[in-house]
């Protein structure tokens, strides 16, 4: 060994030893950085339907259990991306997460903004293979599906009305608005179809620019519609296809323990909301007919004949906005056996 050379080598064990501990460290604190998934609403954060309750029942309990090793943050609502970019914003990964309307990202994923005509509910499509054909089309296009943010059951969407209705040819000639998701179903009825915003329902209905809308009981009540209607209809249409949406990368990134952790509790979550909705459907329907609002609850015979009818207009009407044969395939995906 040559002279001085022991010196040297005896300065360097320290630095080694102390470079031995701190590569475990460095590993470590990387292991426990935690994943952060921004997340969107599309509904305002104080609606109580839906921002509400999902963070309380979902996100707020998978922050939990994570313990720290994943985090859901809440960045706000419509202000933050308007409800029609935010398909787009999750899967170009400016946020990770939302709560948003399959009607919304169908331009997106094509066919999936038939899923509110689904007859099962969410439970049944986990089991039944539903539910992992539609993540299949959402995984092609970069994202994930990882349940019904609101598994409603069947009668979600109400038509209101300023006319009286009793037998299909009442239908007939009626001017009846709404967004484009119901233009199908006016014409298969025999009525007039007008494409109108939300913002837009109060006024027109208030103007008699229309007679009547189709939207949610809910959708009513923030937009006043009691003032401004004179009926609602019963039964109601369908499902809710409001989902939870993840950013595909970002779901990859997750470890497999905390995916089936999301997923199990997407499950439980889904069964909780169901029967919470339907009680809050029923106390809108009982403040209408306290504000005024008749209920026009339509005879088995003809009940059967608005929902078949608008059913098949909706279809129709779906089949015309896709190419293809992704319309006829989901609609087996939907067809009880």
């Known amino acids: 060994m040559k002279k001085g050379t022991k010196p040297v080598l005896l300065a360097l064990v320290p630095i080694l030893a102390c470079g031995l501990v701190l590569v475990p460290m460095f590993a470590m604190a990387q292991a426990t950085t935690p994943i952060t998934l921004k997340f969107v609403f599309f509904t305002p954060v104080n ?39 935010l398909g787009k914003a999750v899967k170009n990964g400016v946020i990770d997460m939302a709560v948003i309307p399959n009607a919304l990202i169908e331009d997106l994923i094509p066919g999936v903004g038939v899923t509110h005509m689904s007859p099962f509910t969410a439970a049944e499509e986990r089991k039944n293979g539903v539910y992992e054909a539609i993540n299949k089309l959402y995984e092609k296009e970069g994202l994930f599906y990882l349940g019904r943010g609101e598994a409603t059951e ?13 037998k299909p040819a009442d ?112 106390l809108i329907l009982k403040e209408l007919n306290e504000a005024g609002v008749k209920t026009l609850t339509l005879s088995p015979e003809v009940a059967k004949w608005y929902v078949d009818t608008a059913t098949e207009g909706a279809w129709k009407y779906a089949q015309e906005r896709q190419s293809g044969d992704i319309i006829p395939k989901m609609r087996k995906l939907f067809t009880k056996k």
């Open 154 to 166: 069947h009668g979600f969407f109400w038509m209101f009305l300023n006319k009286p209705v009793e």
């Open 47 to 85: 609606n109580p339907l839906h921002s509400q309750y999902i963070k309380k029942e979902y996100l707020d309990k998978i922050n939990s259990l994570a313990k720290g090793r994943l985090i859901i943050e809440v960045k706000g609502g419509p202000e933050v991306v308007p409800p029609p970019n």
């Open 171 to 282: 239908f007939k000639g009626l001017k009846l608005g709404g967004t484009t998701s119901f233009l199908g179903i006016y014409k298969a009825l025999g009525a007039a179809a007008v494409t109108i915003s939300i913002p837009e329902y109060h006024t027109a209905l208030e103007r008699g620019v229309v007679d009547g809308i189709i939207t949610t009981g809910h959708v009513s009540k923030t937009a006043g519609l009691h003032s401004v209607t004179k009926y609602v209809v019963q039964p109601g249409l369908w499902r809710s296809s409001v989902t939870l949406t993840v950013n595909l990368a970002k779901w990859n990134k997750i470890p497999p323990d905390l995916q089936k952790m999301m997923i199990d509790e997407m499950a439980a979550f889904e069964i909780k909301f169901s029967p919470h909705e339907l009680e809050q459907r029923k």
